[in-house]
C-alpha cells in the first residue's frame, strides 16, 4: 500500500561528494515536492515539479537539483554537500494545488 | 509573506485527557486552507485534518477537531481522549487557495512536540 516511497532511507556520503535521494509514487499525483527538513525544525520547501514543469524555491542553494524523468519518480540531487546538507529529506505528492500532500517517510542524509 | 507560528515547543498530557495545541498565521489573503500534520517518531507526515477558509463549521474528523477564528487568525487543534499513538510532533500549515493548475506550497510552523503520558 506504500503510496509515496522514498531510496534509500539512510543515506551518508561524505564532503563533496555527490549524492542522489530517489522518491516514487503509486498515486498518479501532478505534483511532486522536496521538503529539508533539520533537526526540530520545520519542513522547507526546496523546490517542485508540477507535471514537467519546474519550481525552485527562491532562497534553495545551486548545490541543490531536481529531475523528474516521469510521472512516477523524482531525484534530488546534491552536487557538493556540506556538513550543513545534513538533514531529513522528505518528498511529497498532491494531485493539484487543492489536494492535499502526502508524505514519504524520508530519507536522512549524514555528511561526513 | 505568509506565517505561521506555534506558540508551544511542546505539551504534554495524560492518556485519555483532552490538550489543545495552539497556532496562529499571518496572511492578507481571503481564501486559504490550513492543516495539522502529524510526524510521529517513525518521521512520516501524516495529515490529521484541514480546514478551508471560507468554511465557518469546524472541522472535525473522529478525536481531532479545530477551533478556526479566522478574524483572529488563529487555529488550534484539540485532540480528545488522547492516546499513546498521538505521542509526535505536530506541524501548523497553511497554503493558499491558488488556482486550477497551480501548484501551492505549504507554509509550516515550527511544531509542538506532544507527549502522550500512561
Known amino acids: 500500500d506504500a503510496m509515496v516511497i522514498q531510496n534509500p532511507r539512510y543515506q551518508v556520503t561524505q564532503f563533496g561528494k555527490p549524492v542522489t535521494l530517489s522518491c516514487s509514487q503509486t498515486?498518479?499525483?501532478?505534483?511532486m515536492y522536496w521538503y529539508q527538513q533539520k533537526s526540530s525544525q520545520a519542513p522547507k520547501l526546496l523546490f517542485h515539479y508540477y507535471d514537467k514543469d519546474f519550481n525552485n524555491e527562491a532562497d534553495t542553494p545551486d548545490n541543490f537539483q531536481s529531475r523528474r524523468p516521469n510521472t512516477s519518480f523524482c531525484f534530488l540531487d546534491i552536487r557538493s554537500p556540506g556538513l550543513g546538507d545534513a538533514a531529513m529529506y522528505l518528498c511529497?505528492?498532491?494531485?493539484?494545488?487543492?489536494?492535499?500532500?502526502?508524505f514519504g517517510p524520508g530519507t536522512r542524509l549524514t555528511v561526513t | 509573506a505568509q506565517t505561521v507560528t506555534q506558540s508551544q515547543p511542546e505539551m504534554s498530557v495524560q492518556e485519555a485527557e483532552t490538550v489543545t495545541l495552539s497556532c496562529t498565521y499571518d496572511t492578507s489573503e481571503s481564501d486559504y486552507y490550513l492543516f495539522w500534520y502529524k510526524q510521529p517518531p517513525s518521521r512520516q507526515m501524516i495529515l490529521v485534518i484541514r480546514q478551508e477558509a471560507y468554511k465557518q463549521q469546524n472541522a472535525t474528523e473522529n478525536r481531532f477537531s479545530v477551533n478556526f477564528q479566522k478574524a483572529a487568525k488563529s487555529f488550534s487543534l484539540k485532540i480528545s481522549d488522547s492516546q499513546l499513538g498521538d505521542a509526535a510532533m505536530y506541524f501548523c500549515a497553511y497554503r493558499s487557495e491558488g488556482t486550477q493548475g497551480g501548484s501551492e506550497k505549504l507554509v509550516f510552523g515550527k511544531g509542538t512536540k506532544l507527549t502522550v503520558n500512561p
Open positions: 498515486l498518479n499525483h501532478n505534483v
Open positions: 511529497a505528492t498532491s494531485r493539484d494545488s487543492f489536494y492535499e500532500q502526502y
